[in-house]
Nanobody
Framework: QVQLVESGGGLVQAGGSLRLSCAAS????????MGWYRQAPGKQRESVAI???????NYADSVKGRFTISSDTAKHTVSLQMNSLKPEDTAVYYC?????????WGQGTQVTVSS
């Protein structure tokens, strides 16, 4: 079984920073990519940032230049440094992992940015 456990998140004022972390554990035979998605109230879940095991990185246009994704392949962790946060970044953020050829999700962590 595979588990993704997130940490970080919380309440911050606009312009502030937060860091999210996610650790994968369990039967990790193959990890192809890990990343972060978010879902705001009344909206669909959207991709925020993804990093592949080979180092390919993709960001949503709305976060480019403000968010940075990084990973530690030895520790099976992925982090998201979020700077210059805006109220529209408010959402539940989910860690995602493409592991053993299937998608796994964390439980989600709330990020709230006040104006």
């Amino acid at each position: 079984q595979v588990q993704l456990v997130e940490s970080g998140g919380g309440l911050v004022q606009a312009g502030g920073s937060l860091r999210l972390s996610c650790a994968a554990s369990g039967s990790l035979f193959r990890i192809d990519a890990m990343g972060w998605y978010r879902q705001a109230p009344g909206k669909q879940r959207e991709s925020v940032a993804i990093i592949s095991t080979g180092g390919y990185i993709n960001y949503a246009d709305s976060v480019k230049g403000r968010f940075t994704i990084s990973s530690d392949t030895a520790k099976h962790t992925v982090s998201l440094q979020m700077n210059s946060l805006k109220p529209e970044d408010t959402a539940v953020y989910y860690c995602n992992g493409m592991i053993n050829r299937r998608a796994y999700w964390g439980q989600g962590t709330q990020v709230t940015v006040s104006s």
